[in-house]
C-alpha cells in the first residue's frame, strides 16, 4: 500500500444515498426547531391580564388589610373601608400607569419602523 505524506484520505467519490440522508437530517432538525420553538407570548395579552390583576389583586389587598387592622384597633368597618378605597385608587393608578408605559412602547415601536 503506498501512503499518502500528508496522512489525508483520498477524496472519495460522494454517495447520493449520503446526500439524501444529510438532507432530510436538515429538514427534520429545521421542523423540530419550529415545533420546540418558544412562542412569543402577546404583549396586549400580557397587559390585559397585568390590569386584570391590579384591579382585583388592590382592592382586595386593601380590604383584607383593614379588615386586620379592624380586628386590630377594634373599629369595625372604618379601617376597612378606607383601605379598600386605597386599595382602589392604587390599583386605578396602577392601570393609568401600565397604558402609558404600553402606550410609549408601542410609540416607539412605531417609530423604529418608519425609519
Known amino acids: 500500500m503506498a501512503e499518502d505524506d500528508t496522512d489525508e484520505v483520498p477524496k472519495l467519490p460522494p454517495d447520493a444515498r449520503l446526500e439524501s440522508l444529510d438532507e432530510r437530517l436538515d429538514r427534520l432538525q429545521q421542523a423540530e426547531a419550529k415545533r420546540s420553538a418558544k ?8 397587559a ?7 384591579l382585583v389583586g388592590c ?10 387592622l379592624d380586628r386590630w384597633f ?5 379601617l ?4 379598600l378605597f386605597l ?4 390599583g386605578v393608578w396602577n392601570v393609568i400607569r401600565i397604558s402609558n408605559n404600553a ?6 415601536a412605531a417609530s423604529g419602523e418608519r425609519e
Open 74 to 78: 377594634d373599629t369595625k368597618p372604618w
Open 48 to 54: 390585559g391580564q397585568l390590569v386584570l390583576s391590579q
Open 87 to 90: 386599595g382602589f385608587a392604587v
Open 39 to 46: 412562542r412569543q407570548p402577546d404583549v396586549a395579552y400580557q
Open 80 to 83: 376597612m373601608l378606607v383601605m
Open 103 to 108: 402606550q410609549s412602547q408601542a410609540r416607539k
Open 59 to 68: 382592592p382586595l389587598g386593601g380590604g383584607i388589610i383593614g379588615w386586620l
